[in-house]
């Protein structure tokens, strides 16, 4: 399955979109959000701008200007409120419409941070149940997307998207 796990930075990527757990706003922030605009440079904020914001579980694209990633797909993801607000749907949209989005913009690999498991405080195993369900679905059917790497900042995370992965590949055994 073109799905991978890899701990690192983000904004070190070459990959044809890297993904950014963006907020509304689509005007920055801190965690992966900062990182990204940090290394792409003042040019994504502007470009940012003109987008008008994005609801969560949607996605928009832009240029990666400074990154080694062609293009950025933003995409808030949701804040985890208890599980009872249809957090887990939204997640779920996240990963569907960035995807979607990668495919139309015909980029063969992309990467994506752990959506919503920071700052959002969505729980990391549930989210990573998640994320690797919606990938490897739209994975057996895209004629575009090739690749998709889960880049983890840190072990704990890293090991929760393995585990996931793990248990996905049991299922299909
Ligand atoms: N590369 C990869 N992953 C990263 C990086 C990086 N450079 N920096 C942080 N992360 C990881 C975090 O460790 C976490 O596992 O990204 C994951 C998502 O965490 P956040 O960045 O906090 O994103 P999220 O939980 O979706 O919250 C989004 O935070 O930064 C603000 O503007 C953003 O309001 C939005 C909110």
Not at 61 to 82: N, Q
Not at 109 to 138: C, H, K, Q, W
Not at 145 to 160: G, K, L, N, P
Request: glycine share 10%; hydrophobic share 40%; proline share 3%.
């Amino acid at each position: 399955m073109g799905l991978h796990v890899a701990k690192g930075d983000i904004t070190a990527f070459e990959t044809d979109a890297i993904v950014n757990a963006a907020n509304t706003s689509l005007l920055g922030g801190g965690g992966v959000d900062g990182a990204i605009h940090h290394a792409a440079g003042p040019e994504l904020l502007a470009e940012c701008r003109t987008l008008n914001g994005c609801e969560t579980g949607q996605a928009k694209i832009t240029e990666g200007y400074r990154l080694p990633a062609k293009h950025v797909i933003h995409t808030p993801g949701p804040v985890w409120r208890g599980g009872n607000s249809g957090e887990d749907g939204l997640l779920a949209s996240c990963y569907r419409n960035c995807l979607r989005l990668a495919e139309e913009n015909g980029c063969r690999t992309v990467a994506f941070p752990s959506i919503s498991t920071g700052v959002y405080r969505f729980p990391l195993d549930r989210a990573a149940a998640i994320a690797v369900r919606e990938i490897a679905a739209f994975l057996k059917t895209s004629k575009v997307v090739r690749e998709v790497t889960m880049v983890c900042f840190d072990i704990v995370t890293e090991a929760a998207y393995k585990a996931a992965l793990e248990k996905a590949h049991a299922k299909t055994e």
